[in-house]
């Protein structure tokens, strides 16, 4: 009798708490609940649902050729970061395209559309594509052609129609707001000389025109510089649209948030220009070190006698306000960070790093961990398959997480998979700020 009661009294004390761990579930963590995040370390393959499948033929890969934009000094990893308009160039892109380079120089983009893939093909290899940030309706690409031999073709989709292409650089990008395009070519005749032009993406190409860098009360242009487009070579002249020939040193950068606004930061000099009467004009400019804190903001370092003094702007004009004295030192410049719109003072990355989160912060990101070990398995089936895979993915499968989607894009070796993310408390808000 004595081991019956014992019995029962250990079967009502699990019951019991197998009851609080149920009502604990349902409560917020704050108030001593579990965290819908803490289930993620768990998600298996069942918890991902497979939005579409793209399968690949053996030579055939998401990557770039010679990829790099003039201000991304470093190779910016495949997997990319949000999927923002100001990062470079990714395979990945959104939850809508993916970027393929294949054998014999041929490439495509595999665009998911009405339950489908639609592909776009090309015979050269791809160095850039982007799709357009607002409306995901246009398709830009920079096709390496030959030796330093470079077009950027504008497409409409999902119909596929070319909707413009220009000899141009290795390079080429959407402005902020998706409505120009913004490429550019090195001086042959100068290293430290870069000529960009902005075209509008749903209007008429504007007249060929070059910055005359003649403003009232600033400095002329740099000697030897062209301020006539007589004095451009050859490839600068027939490069069309509304020209600028700005310095450019390793340590230049520049953001072109709207498509009449753009600025630069070279050598301690920053300078904000805007395109008026279909010409490049200077609003200002001055000394500091200049860096984006997108969407919404510029941010200056500037040397006073008092030290350094920081100032941030809008990106529509320069109207300079001094950072508060009592914010932590702001991050370097990368693209992978994002300046909530919901908290002006914090960022963050999509590899967790944060900066001045405040009193609410995210939680932390476990789906990509979660990802690579369920998909572990097919990547070590393709592996065994194709011996290309391990030089491709030597360590298992490849993750892109586009979070402001809610998706991420899975190369596994002989497919890339687009899977819909567990909506966690980090997916719902992260889609909050950005709306």
Do not use: C
Not at 116 to 141: C, G, I, T
Not at 306 to 313: E, F, M, T
Request: proline share 8%; charged share 25%.
């Amino acid at each position: 009798m004595p081991q019956k009661r014992y019995l029962i009294a250990t079967l009502f004390i699990a019951g019991m708490l197998l009851l609080v761990a149920v009502v604990q579930a349902f409560k917020p963590p704050r108030e001593g609940g579990v965290g819908q995040d803490t289930a993620v370390l768990s998600l298996n393959l069942d918890s991902f649902e497979t939005i579409a499948d793209l399968r690949l033929e053996d030579g055939w890969v998401p990557r770039f050729t010679s990829a790099q934009d003039p201000d991304q000094w470093e190779s910016w990893p495949s997997e990319g970061g949000f999927g923002t308009s100001w990062e470079p160039a990714t395979p990945f892109m959104s939850d809508q395209a993916l970027a393929l380079n294949g054998p014999g120089g041929r490439s495509e983009v595999a665009l998911w559309h009405g339950l489908e893939w639609r592909h776009y093909r090309f015979d050269a290899p791809l160095a850039s594509a982007r799709l357009d940030p607002s409306k995901h309706n246009r398709l830009l690409v920079t096709l390496a052609l030959g030796r330093d031999r470079f077009q950027t073709r504008l497409l409409e989709v999902p119909e596929g129609r070319v909707l413009w292409a220009v000899d141009s650089g290795p390079w080429s990008r959407f402005s902020w707001d998706g409505k120009a395009v913004l490429m550019g070519l090195a001086d042959p005749s100068q290293a430290s000389r870069l000529l960009l032009t902005a075209l509008p993406v749903e209007r008429d190409w504007p007249e060929s025109s070059l910055a005359p860098w003649n403003e009232d009360g600033m400095t002329g242009a740099p000697r030897g510089f062209a301020v006539r487009l007589e004095q451009l070579w050859d490839d600068g002249k027939d490069l069309p649209g509304p020209k600028l020939l700005i310095p450019w040193y390793t340590n230049s950068r520049f953001w072109m948030p709207r498509r009449d606004r753009l600025w630069v930061s070279t050598e301690g000099v920053w300078t904000f220009w805007r395109l008026r009467e279909g010409q490049w004009h200077r609003e200002a400019s001055g000394s500091g070190v200049l860096s984006a804190q997108p969407p919404s903001w510029m941010a200056l370092v500037a040397a006073s006698p008092d030290g350094a003094l920081r100032s941030r702007s809008g990106v529509d004009a320069a109207e300079w306000e001094l950072a508060p004295t009592n914010l932590p030192p702001w991050p370097a410049y990368d693209a992978a960070w994002l300046w909530r719109k919901d908290a002006p003072q914090g960022a963050l990355t999509t590899w967790d790093l944060r900066w001045n989160e405040g009193e609410s912060p995210l939680p932390k990101e476990r789906q990509r961990s979660s990802l690579m070990s369920a998909y572990r398995a097919e990547w070590r089936t393709a592996s065994n398959l194709r011996p290309s895979v391990r030089g491709w993915l030597p360590h298992g499968p490849q993750v892109a997480l586009r979070e402001l989607n809610g998706v991420a894009w899975v190369w596994v070796g002989d497919r890339v998979l687009l899977v819909r993310l567990v909506l966690t408390e980090r997916v719902r808000k992260l889609k909050g700020a950005a709306d």
